[in-house]
């Protein structure tokens, strides 16, 4: 299930040069437009029990992010939030309310064939087979329904 309805702006892998810097082999998950909307609602794409909602110092581009284990063995993170009412052990469902989408983070204004992509939301999928190179995180845009 897509999170928000804006159309993708980034797919997991592009950008290599870029991610580099940050450990990746290509960007780590999805970027969706919110057609420059600050406060679009994003929804969840899978059941679940969040992990973490807030910021981390370690990762400052990420902003107000949350976490989702799945339940499958998978993760979710959500990233670039404006606000987010979620709280740790809260239980979640697929098409839920999750967050509004903000301009946190690395969340850099930039337009790419007419497309807006910041302010944008992210969403990148963890799991313990994934990609060492990029720490875990795994194509899911098949997934997208």
């Known amino acids: 299930m897509r999170p928000c309805a804006g159309v993708i702006t980034q797919r997991f892998g592009e950008n290599p040069a870029f991610y580099a810097s940050q450990g990746y082999t290509g960007h780590p998950g999805i970027d969706f437009s919110t057609d420059g909307v600050v406060g679009a609602t994003i ?16 990762f400052p581009g990420r902003g107000l992010h949350f976490w989702r284990d799945n339940r499958d063995g998978t993760s979710t993170v959500g990233m670039h939030l ?10 979640v469902h697929r098409g839920d309310f999750a ?26 999928l963890w799991s313990p087979d994934g990609d060492p190179a990029m720490r875990g995180f795994v194509d899911f845009e098949d997934r997208l329904l």
């Open 99 to 124: 967050a509004l989408s903000g301009d946190s983070g690395l969340n850099i204004f930039a337009s790419t064939d007419d497309v807006q992509v910041a302010p944008h939301y992210h969403e990148g």
């Open 43 to 58: 929804v969840h794409s899978h059941d679940g029990v969040i992990m973490f909602v807030g910021t981390d110092p370690q």
């Open 82 to 91: 404006l606000s987010c009412s979620l709280s740790h052990g809260d239980v």
